[in-house]
């Protein structure tokens, strides 16, 4: 994430985006979840989050979409489905700071009385919500990095990664991002150095999918695929052998669910790109090509196919090259 000091008390932070380069299913965990090993990417697809810290105690959110973000097909306005109140992450991960500094005698703050500190969040709304591509939990690492700050905290980096899986499976990896290897339900973080900077074409449907609803449909194969050799492709850079090693084990299981999933891999196997599957959960879709000009080129001829979609050429982010103070 890009993060800009405006004041001593107002922040800025562009929360990127993610695809998902390999996902596989390993089990079904005692608490639920599914045990899997994903490979994850940040990419140049950001929301912009402008942070003001105050002393009344309150939290506040406001949204504004960004202009032709979305498609202006019937009954699809993301403004409604998009809540601003403890639904919102963003406010969740703002409510769970509030609550370690007032149960966490250690922690050192200006703010010595026993007020919780309040704050007003202004979202600008560019990745696609229900889509597979990480918005809300990369918004809520960017509350969690702005509270620490704003709120003099001072919490460690494993007190906000272990904040961070309390929120969300995705969430621990946007604290970081760049590519890595996550494993449990998300939240085991390994960061993986990936040398290439690699051209995506992004299109997100009109219509969204819900993450449980697809882990609901999908099988866990009975030989789960091994992860090394995606790991050595990503390391390579090379978007060829990158592109061998896609997989994503929950495209299936959305695609009973959205027949556009299926359109979507009709469409983009008429591209000239190297690889191409559903991010995450869906219900993006996205294509790896050998350079950015490729990508434009594709991208241009995808939006004149199918107008209703949403498109996005993107590229990956680097770790260290994403979180500035």
Known sequence: MLVRNLSSN?????????????????????DGFHELETIMTTVSLFDQLSFTANQSGQLSLTLEMAENDYSAAPNHNPRERIPTDERNLVIKALLLLQQIKRSNATVKSADRTDQSPGMDVHLLKRIPSSAGLGGASSDAAAALVAGNLLWN???TPQQLSDAAAELGSDVPFFLGGGTAMCRGRGEKIAAIEAPAVLSFVVAKPPVGLSTPSVFSQCTIPDQPRQSAVAMA?????????????LLNRLQSAAGQLVEDIEKLKEEFSALPCLGHQMSGSGSSY???FRNQRCARAAAARLSARWPALKI???????????LTA
Do not use: M, W
């Not at 107002?10 to 390999?22: D, E, G």
């Not at 996005?312 to 994403?322: D, I, K, M, W």
């Open 233 to 245: 492709d990503v390391r390579s850079g090379r978007p060829d052998r990158i592109a061998g090693s």
């Open 153 to 155: 905290l001072q919490l």
């Open 312 to 322: 996005h050429c993107v590229t990956s982010l680097s770790r260290s090259g994403e």
């Open 286 to 288: 996205f294509g790896l």
């Open 10 to 30: 107002q922040l800025r932070i562009s929360a990127p985006a993610k695809v998902n380069l390999y996902l596989e299913l390993l089990g079904k965990r005692s």
